[in-house]
């Protein structure tokens, strides 16, 4: 309610808002809701940072539950709209988007083991190195299984031949808000400022629209 405030707030006066005599239409579904407060609350309550959660419906892009925190009373900031974190592995997703719209075939054949990159501008001094979760590589892999298995070595390699501003610039079209900062290390999702969970539920449907 807080998130619908804010938003009647950027089109009407605050006396408007707060004198009461408006009626408010939300997309809130209230089972979901329900259970998406209890999925915060019961797996994932006191577990490393607070945690939240948005579903939306893919044909409308409503927003059908939201979560901003385990206890917005007691700390009153939207995770949800305003939480920006790094996104990690889910945003290989456009790295994928962007490949497949250059004409990278899923069955191209790509090197799953440890690598290091040179960063950019920097004259070859410095390197980007990059290796799998637990060490664990294919060896060969086909871009397809590279998904599969979100192998960073794999994605690493593939989001810089595409170009980190490109992946960028469609990421954008897609519905990433945040701007997104196009050093190597956003290929692992290691971004300068992070993502919203609004923000990235917006652009994973992009992909459910197909």
């Known amino acids: 309610t807080s998130w619908v ?55 409308t892009g409503e927003v059908r539950a939201m979560v901003g925190g385990p206890d917005f009373n007691a700390r009153p900031f939207n995770l949800a709209t305003n939480g920006h974190r790094q996104p990690g592995s889910a945003i290989k997703p456009f790295i994928l988007a962007r490949a497949l719209e250059d004409g990278v075939d899923p069955n191209s054949t790509w090197a799953s083991q440890p690598k290091e990159f040179p960063v950019p501008g920097s004259g070859g ?8 979760y637990e060490d664990s590589y294919l060896g060969s892999a086909s871009l397809w299984s590279a998904t599969a ?31 997104l900062s196009t050093n190597p290390a956003m290929t692992l999702g290691g971004l300068e400022e992070g993502v919203t969970p609004l923000e990235m539920a917006y652009a994973y449907s992009t992909l459910a629209n197909d």
């Open 5 to 59: 405030t804010g938003q009647l707030l950027d089109r009407y006066t605050a006396a408007q808002v707060f004198s009461g005599g408006l009626k408010i239409k939300t997309t809130i579904d209230r089972e979901l809701q329900s259970a998406a407060e209890n999925a915060i609350a019961g797996r994932l309550a006191g577990i490393g940072p607070s945690a939240s959660l948005v579903a939306i419906d893919n044909d």
């Open 125 to 132: 001094k410095e390197v980007f190195p990059v290796s799998n």
């Open 149 to 179: 298995t979100s192998d960073n070595s794999v994605f690493a390699e593939l989001g810089l031949k595409v170009g980190t501003k490109r992946v960028a610039r469609l990421a954008r079209r897609m519905g990433i808000r945040t701007q």
